[in-house]
């Protein structure tokens, strides 16, 4: 599980890999209390500021938020970039439409909110965001969802339309409002798309014109997944497949008409009585389709075999594939005796008696998609109700325009009485297999559970059957849609793979549904059923929707819809009656035009992010109608998130009571939190997991953060940024020049790690940064300095240069993903600004100029030094001891003694002093005598490598003679009757002590 590997950077010890140095929390120990005795508390420098601590949950929270998002003015920031950045680069995110139907649930969190992190990033970089949000509006869902609230099964299409709209209407307001809520940055108000909009339907109208014109479109009788429940065509994103569905499996065996001559004496030399009856054996899932079977194909480059067994009290000669004569006898139980074997082109000269009418003789033809896998080697072909039969039914020319089985997937008339009006699924699939029973045709029925496909919103399942429907010719887009796809980028980079699978297995697509609620197919046709369309009248709809909307197509009349004078530039006899079509257009077509109807047609989107079920979706329709109409694919970018689960990983549901709803999180504990898990595990990994426990690790993680910065706000409180010229005029400590390096750095790989979309990792980063090399080690080897130097000193100026700068980079880093908690925190650090957000600021890194040499490596071997002494030290209070160090190694003696120059005149008081958090420390230049063994607290020699080198070194710890000083806290008080260091009289002063 992503995330929770280092949750407590601050506890646990970390490897810094950057450096190889342990940083251990050494917070507790080393720091000098930050309490004086009250004599001294008006001396001491605290930290002051208004930002809170922590904001109770509930609604103090919620107040909280809200009060960020007006003072920060979150709704003006989009306009504000738009404005702002005009002459910069754009960077064009084209919203995937989430559909307008129901309430806001995680997915939508997630998905919304690393769309937001993204362009807030951008923003920060200086890029114009083009961000639209979106929402497709038609369709099924929200059309059943309206006969639900008419309390009907059926309706007039305008009481439908009717109802659906305001369906969309109150559910995009709803879902808008939360997505605001959230802080997604966009012009929620005036600049939002909407597949119903009347220009967005204008547009729809115009591009199927387009591509009709283009012969991508076509109209056909062809097999489609049809829903008997919804009375519809369905597209294969609107299958859920049912893994447990039960079918009757059945192996027929139908008498087989004339035989070839070659085997005929194949079987007189095998010996085969040539009276005995023929049968070839064919192997169905769909008994209901036998009545609409026209030819058994075969494989011509298999082999087959006639093999002779007892059926029914007689020998019959069995046809089959050679290679499943052992299943056969398996699967039937029957004991067969081999025949004669031939290839599989020696049927193609032979006819069979059709399964259920014996009076039609069919023909066996060849065909490369009959398998060895189950069943016969011989297959079924029903044209009408099977993709891969269409196409040889296509090819041998045969019947393609006879349906026996209507669009409440009940057996026609043409069935015959005992099948009229049976349902093919259930009772009509029983009555074939009682007949074929009946008349000695099957060999053996069994029940298998298999996957099957439903309709995703009925439930119920569909069924493959022939209907005119119009089409779009995938053959013809998809070599250079796949073509394309090698130009864009994929994150996970397996994307493009999986994308272009599913393109290549893509049949065909059918764009026609016999609904109300979406954008009519803009066609007319004759009363021989002759589609009529041309330019003209394709321009005159797209332009009446334009202005009144797609209700047009519905309530006005013919000569409104397809005036006199257009229609004479028709193919339509003068006088014929012609009617309008009543399909609409699939809602993929209509959301997979978007790139053209809500982006614009000159544009390329920079990125699309959308889950990953879209890549046989939006993703896909968007690519072909892109390709189709312009030649390039809509996207330069492609990034796919996985889906929301439990804590344990189980799909989340109602029945499982595990449903965890975004307002659960956002009015208890804010929207930062809901954010910031969106970062920390909607990226890296298809399952996105969510609860109680992953949203507390969530909550200390930001609360840390947030003490952070509240720590850096305060001891900023009489900081002038521009007072004093750091690092320029004047050098930085050397603790803050190597901060400040640290900073540099870490900026530097966040924003890397942005650029890749690694959020998850750029919220590990900050937590680690925030808890390791800022909280245990920087601020606290400043805090004596900050509280306890004189006010302009150079020690505290030069510490606060560098917490403004790590302030800027804490929020720069984690402003994109909790922009609530930096909004706020800029507020309090510039209370009289003229930048209403700090979303207004650039990204940069802090500017690093002159350093003392080799600061990073000797860095890296005092720290390693330190670790030990920490060690060696163990349950010590360190502020009690003085520490004895010494170097054998030039270049770090001289380091070390750098550090250890104090600014007044006394000890106690330098940079490596308070690194290591004790009260005196000594370089020295020998090796430890044994001094006062009962002071000794520790001693130890190792070795510390400096630039590939082994340097030796040794200390010992011993505690401290002298008194504690009252003001700041350590041992190093010298002068009997005093109550304060030598330092801190420096500082306030002989008036102040005794
Ligand atoms: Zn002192």
Not at 99 to 114: F, M, P, T
Not at 469 to 482: G, S
Not at 700 to 714: D, P, Q
Request: charged residues 25%; contains cysteine.
């Amino acid at each position: 599980m992503i995330g929770q590997q280092r949750r407590t950077g601050a506890i646990a010890p970390f490897v810094h890999h950057r450096l190889c140095i342990k940083w251990k929390s050494t917070a507790a120990k080393a720091s000098p209390s930050p309490k004086p005795s009250k004599k001294y508390t008006t001396t001491i420098l605290l930290p002051k500021t208004s930002y809170p601590q922590r904001i109770r949950d509930g609604s103090a929270r919620m107040e909280a938020d809200q009060h960020v998002r007006l003072t920060s003015r979150m709704d003006e920031l989009y306009a504000w970039q738009r404005d702002a950045h005009r002459s910069k680069p754009e960077f064009i995110l084209h919203d995937g439409p989430p559909y307008a139907n129901g309430n806001v649930h995680v997915g939508h969190a997630v998905n919304k909110i690393l769309k937001d992190i993204t362009n807030r990033y951008k923003i920060l970089k200086g890029y114009r965001v083009d961000y639209r949000p979106g929402w497709d509006c038609h369709g099924l869902p929200i059309e059943l969802k309206a006969l639900e609230k008419l309390g009907v099964q059926q309706d007039t299409t305008d009481k439908i339309r009717k109802a659906a709209r305001s369906i969309v209407d109150e559910c995009s307001v709803r879902q808008r409002n939360s997505f605001a809520s959230w802080g997604v940055c966009a012009n929620w108000k005036n600049d939002v798309y909407f597949t119903a909009d009347k220009k967005y339907e204008a547009k729809q109208i115009e591009l199927f014109w387009r591509l009709y014109d283009a012969d991508l479109i076509y109209r056909e009788l062809k097999p489609v997944y049809w829903s008997p429940s919804s009375q519809t065509s369905l597209a294969e994103a609107e299958l859920e497949y049912n893994e447990k569905h039960e079918s009757t499996a059945a192996f027929v065996a139908v008498p087989i008409v004339k035989k070839s001559d070659y085997l005929k004496v194949m079987s007189m030399i095998a010996g085969v009585d040539m009276n005995m009856e023929w049968l070839a054996v064919i192997w169905t899932t769909t008994p209901w389709t036998l009545p609409a079977n026209q030819a058994i194909a075969f494989n011509p480059e298999l082999s087959y075999a006639m093999v002779i067994a007892n059926f029914l009290g007689e020998e019959c000669a069995f046809l089959l594939a050679e290679q499943l004569i052992e299943k056969f006898q398996q699967e039937t139980g029957l004991t067969v005796r081999k025949g004669p074997v031939f290839s599989g082109n020696d049927l193609a000269t032979m006819t069979y008696q059709q399964p259920v009418d014996p009076t039609i003789e069919c023909p066996f033809v060849p065909s490369g998609h009959v398998v060895l896998g189950k069943g016969s080697g011989l297959v079924h072909i029903a044209p009408v109700h099977g993709h891969d039969d269409y196409l040889v039914g296509k090819k041998h020319k045969l019947d393609l325009s006879t349906c026996l089985v209507d669009v409440n997937g009940k057996f026609t008339e043409d069935a015959g009485d005992i099948l009229a009006g049976k349902n093919a699924l259930t009772d009509g699939n029983a009555i074939v297999l009682d007949f074929l029973n009946t008349n000695g045709s099957l060999l053996k029925q069994e029940t298998i559970v298999h996957s099957y496909p439903y309709d995703w919103r009925t439930k119920k399942p569909v069924i493959l059957r022939a209907s005119e429907q119009w089409f779009i010719d995938v053959e013809k887009i998809r070599p250079k849609a796949l073509e394309t796809l090698q130009k864009v980028e994929f994150l996970p980079p397996n994307g493009r793979q999986i994308m272009m699978n599913q393109l290549e297995s893509r049949p065909y697509w059918c764009i026609s549904r016999q609904r109300s609620w979406g954008v009519p197919i803009p066609v007319f046709y004759t009363v021989d059923g002759r589609p009529l369309i041309n330019e003209q009248s394709a321009s005159h709809i797209s332009a009446l929707i334009g202005q009144n909307g797609s209700d047009v197509w519905w309530e006005e009349t013919d000569e409104m819809l397809l005036p006199g004078h257009i229609r004479k530039t028709m193919q339509a006899e003068e006088g014929h009656p012609v009617r309008r079509g009543t399909d609409i257009m699939d809602i993929w077509l209509e959301a997979g035009t978007s790139w053209a109807a809500a982006l614009g047609e000159e544009k390329v989107a920079d990125l699309y992010l959308e889950g990953h079920d879209q890549y046989s979706a939006w993703f896909q329709t968007s690519l072909i109608t892109s390709v189709a109409l312009r030649n390039i694919a809509p996207f330069k970018k492609v990034f796919v998130h996985g889906f929301a689960l439990d804590e344990n990983g189980r799909k989340m549901s109602k029945s499982l009571g595990n449903v965890v709803e975004p307002t659960s999180i956002t009015d208890q504990h804010g929207v930062d939190i809901l954010r910031w898990w969106v970062a920390q595990y909607g990226t890296g990994s298809t399952n996105i997991t969510i609860g109680h426990k992953i949203i507390e690790s969530v909550k200390e993680n930001l609360l840390k953060i947030r003490n952070t910065i509240r720590f850096v706000l305060g001891n900023l409180s009489d900081y002038q940024a521009d007072s004093r010229k750091f690092p320029i005029d004047e050098p930085l400590l050397l603790v803050d020049q190597y901060m400040l390096l640290l900073v540099k750095e870490f900026v530097q790989k966040v924003d890397s790690l942005y650029t890749k979309m690694e959020y998850n990792k750029v919220a590990m980063e900050i937590s680690s940064f925030v808890n390791s090399e800022t909280s245990s080690f920087y601020l606290t080897s400043i805090k004596d300095r900050m509280y306890c130097e004189p006010q302009d000193s150079l020690q505290r100026r030069s510490a606060q240069f560098v917490l403004s700068e790590l302030l800027n980079a804490v929020s720069l880093s984690a402003g994109p993903i909790v922009p609530h908690m930096v909004e706020e925190s800029f507020q309090h650090a510039n209370p009289s600004s003229e930048m209403f957000s700090f979303f207004q600021k650039q990204w940069r890194e802090p500017e690093v100029t002159t350093w003392q040499k080799n600061l990073k490596e000797n860095f890296g071997a005092l720290l390693e030094i330190r670790d030990e002494v920490n060690k060696a030290c163990a349950s010590q209070n360190m502020l009690q001891l003085e520490l004895n160090l010494r170097v054998e190694n030039a270049q770090l003696s001289g380091f070390l003694e750098d550090l250890g120059r104090s600014e007044h005149a006394a000890v106690g008081c330098s940079q490596l002093v308070d690194l290591f958090g004790v009260s005196q420390l000594k370089l020295q230049k020998a090796r430890p005598d044994a001094r006062d063994e009962n002071q000794k607290v520790a001693q130890s020699s190792s070795e510390v490598s400096l630039n590939s080198k082994k340097i030796p070194y040794s200390f010992w710890l011993q505690r401290c003679d002298d008194g504690q000083c009252e003001r700041c806290r350590k041992y190093n008080v010298k002068t009997n009757g005093r109550d304060i260091c030598e330092r801190c009289l420096d500082v306030i002063g002989n008036d102040w002590s005794k």
